[in-house]
């Protein structure tokens, strides 16, 4: 492992439109990621980290009019981390589960319905993700409320891959 040095240029931001990469390409191959703040002109955007076909990382970068619907996963455990800003996590519509600040975070099991908003209207959510998949079952999104009111086009996607 090497030491990054203190002050290094951004490495270059890479926009892309497939949310992941075939799980196949990645299961066995050594991955290299940086994240780097992109500049976002969405309410919402994704930088994806690494991925391999038994976990994901990504990082979700969530403005005020960025959250998404209650919605659950049929095959991934989540577990989310606040880098900047402040999340709040919810069980059904209203339902608050807690609020979170930097360096705090929660665990969605696979099945369970939740959906998140940044909590700080004034500071963009920088939120990591990092999912695990159960082998041999597909992760089928399902969605509690209706996506209807949400723009998925205004989702930017960027890389953060390394090699």
């Given amino acids: 492992m090497t030491d990054a040095p203190a002050e290094s240029e951004p490495a270059e931001i890479v926009?892309?439109?497939k949310a992941f990469d075939d799980p196949v390409e990645q299961a066995r191959k050594v991955q290299t990621f940086r994240y780097d703040r992109p500049d976002v002109d969405a309410p919402k955007a994704i930088m994806k980290l690494a991925q391999t076909d038994l976990v994901k990382g990504a990082v979700q970068i969530v403005g005020k009019d960025g959250r998404n619907?209650?919605?659950s996963h049929a095959g991934a455990d989540t577990f989310?981390?606040?880098?900047?800003?402040?999340?709040r996590f919810y069980g059904g519509v209203d339902e608050v589960i807690d609020e979170f600040g930097p360096f705090e975070g929660i665990v969605t099991p696979r099945g369970t319905p939740y959906?998140?908003?940044s909590a700080d209207p004034d500071v963009d959510l920088e939120l990591l993700q990092v999912a695990g998949f159960e082998k041999g079952v597909k992760d089928i999104r399902t969605n509690h409320e209706p996506r209807?009111?949400?723009n998925r086009k205004k989702?930017?996607?960027?890389s953060g891959k390394t090699n």
């Fill in 115 to 117: 959906w998140f908003e």
């Fill in 15 to 17: 926009k892309f439109e």
């Fill in 69 to 71: 619907n209650l919605h």
């Fill in 155 to 158: 989702t930017e996607r960027y």
């Fill in 148 to 150: 209807s009111n949400l």
């Fill in 80 to 87: 989310w981390m606040v880098l900047k800003g402040r999340a």
